[in-house]
């Protein structure tokens, strides 16, 4: 079993900050990458930031200049900092992985969400 636990999601005014934080665990043989995607209400889940299994990072449009996602350097843990928050920013967060739990298998593995709402 492989679990992301995240954390983070707050309630903030307009150009505010918060971090968000996703942690791995369980039966990890390696992480090919981690990412977050969001979804607010009526609309589709969206690609907010990931990395690439290169290393790279791809961020939305939207959110490019203002959040930057980064990894602790096991790899297990991602970060994303989010500055200058609009409240079309509001979103419930999940935390995304693609995972080998063994040298063969790759599986696509969602956390449960974080929300964030950003209202004065």
């Known amino acids: 079993q492989v679990q992301l636990v995240e954390s983070g999601g707050d309630l903030v005014q307009p150009g505010g900050s918060l971090r968000l934080s996703c942690a791995a665990s369980g039966s990890i043989f390696s992480i090919n990458y981690m990412g977050w995607y969001r979804q607010a209400p009526g609309k589709e889940r969206e690609l907010v930031a990931r990395?690439?299994?290169?290393?790279?990072?791809i961020y939305a449009d939207s959110v490019k200049g203002r959040f930057t996602i980064s990894r602790d350097n096991a790899g297990n843990t991602v970060y994303l900092q989010m500055n200058s928050l609009k409240p079309e920013d509001t979103a419930v967060y999940y935390c995304?992985?693609?995972?080998?739990?063994?040298?063969?298998?790759?599986?696509?593995?969602w956390g449960q969400g974080t929300q964030v709402t950003v209202s004065s």
């Open positions: 990395f690439t299994r290169g290393g790279s990072t």
């Open positions: 995304y992985a693609k995972i080998r739990t063994t040298p063969f298998q790759e599986y696509d593995y």
